[in-house]
């Protein structure tokens, strides 16, 4: 494999990686780890949010193309087919974060590109996350710092809020993360943790904290009707995709919580904002959101009334994890490209890749890249 000038393999970078930087000393926490392995080279795809001084793909010389081993991506940006066939040499797809749904998974597969992503990693950040939207909904905190910025403790106390205890609550999504909340949530509750997937869990599956209490149910509409709390921490699929409408909020109730730390196209945003608005629900909190990365002013007037929390989806951002995740997305990108495609930290298509399509081994030798990371043989 011809490499670029530097002789470090080059990688398409098609995500803004330069945005992650420790907010005290500036540190590059992702692209500078990066930058030190690879030769970077910068992409801007579909008038997305990219790094600095990228390139659009039609402005690639073809024989730079030719010499991109990988592409690394993030969960916004994603990557499709047609972009893929831009690089013909890459043997892989490394995301920065967990959900992989903005990448055409079926093109990699056709093309027999293994998709890799990070995940673990970020689940104790996304489940204190949760726990902080939970908190501030139920204890009106948004409204009670308003309160005393406009002056108004003079006039009196603030209403009285909720008690998280006694208070039921419903996880639709009970994965690595879903966990994480329920073990949290079933300790300040005292509650039973009731959730839906698409099947039950066995007891021995969840964690400790509160696998003797977890409640399953086969619905989701029979989880939002048993729940004052609904938290969705679900994986974005054709079957989750647009599955909280006006018909759950319904069952959820006058009284009842929304939280979405999942995906944003797991909920309709617009039943979500009428639902607040005529009182279906009583509030809610969104970390994710449809059209991530575009202004959001359909939700300024319900967070001025104290209906709705809106975050930048920011379930992981963590010094740490954002640490974190840029090691494992660097450590997938050297084990495929050590490899040629065949050897991985965390993937979510390599069986199905595979079988889909037969890649010829790359005649790579890198002894000293090996050194550097542990890998995964298919």
């Not at 509750?189 to 959730?195: C, L």
């Not at 319904?250 to 009284?255: D, I, P, R, V, Y």
């Amino acid at each position: 494999m011809k490499h670029y000038e530097s002789e470090k393999p080059l990688v398409a970078v098609v995500a803004p990686l330069h945005e992650h930087v420790h907010p005290n000393t500036g540190e590059s926490l992702v692209l500078g780890p990066l930058e030190e392995l690879f030769e970077i080279l910068p992409v801007a795809i579909d008038k997305k949010r990219s790094l600095p001084d990228a390139i659009t793909l039609k402005d690639i010389p073809k024989d730079k193309r030719d010499q991109v081993s990988i592409i690394i991506t993030d969960g916004e940006n994603g990557v499709q087919g047609e972009h893929m066939d831009m690089f013909p040499s890459a043997v892989g797809i490394s995301n920065f974060g967990t959900g992989t749904d903005p990448i055409d998974i079926t093109a990699a597969n056709e093309r027999g590109l293994i998709v890799c992503n990070t995940p673990e990693v970020l689940n104790r950040a996304a489940a204190d996350m949760c726990l902080g939207l939970v908190l501030n909904l139920v204890n009106n905190t948004a409204h009670d710092n308003q309160w005393l910025r406009k002056g108004r403790w003079q006039e009196g106390r603030p209403p009285l809020h909720d008690d998280l205890r006694n208070k039921t609550v419903g996880i639709y999504g009970m994965g690595s993360i879903g966990n994480e909340v329920a073990s949290r949530l079933c300790d300040l509750t005292g509650q039973d943790i009731h959730y839906h997937n698409r099947k039950e869990i066995p007891p021995q599956r969840l964690l400790p904290a509160f696998n003797t209490r977890a409640k399953y149910h086969s619905s989701l509409l029979e989880l939002a009707k048993a729940s004052d709390i609904l938290i969705c921490s679900a994986r974005l699929n054709e079957g989750t995709r647009n599955s909280i409408n006006t018909e759950v909020l319904k069952q959820l109730g006058a009284n009842g919580c929304f939280v979405n730390i999942g995906r944003g196209e797991i909920h309709v945003e617009q039943d979500v904002v009428q639902a607040l608005k005529n009182g279906t629900i009583k509030a809610a909190a969104l970390d994710v959101h449809h059209e991530e990365g575009t202004a959001k002013e359909n939700l300024y007037g319900l967070m001025d009334e104290f209906k709705l929390i809106a975050t930048p989806h920011v379930a992981s951002g963590t010094v740490w994890t954002r640490r974190q995740m840029g090691r494992l997305m660097i450590a997938n990108a050297l084990a495929l490209y050590i490899s040629g495609g065949k050897s991985f930290i965390r993937s979510v298509n390599a069986e199905q890749a595979r079988h889909d399509h037969h890649k010829l081994e790359a005649n790579i030798h890198s002894d000293d890249l090996v050194s550097r990371t542990q890998v995964r043989s298919l």
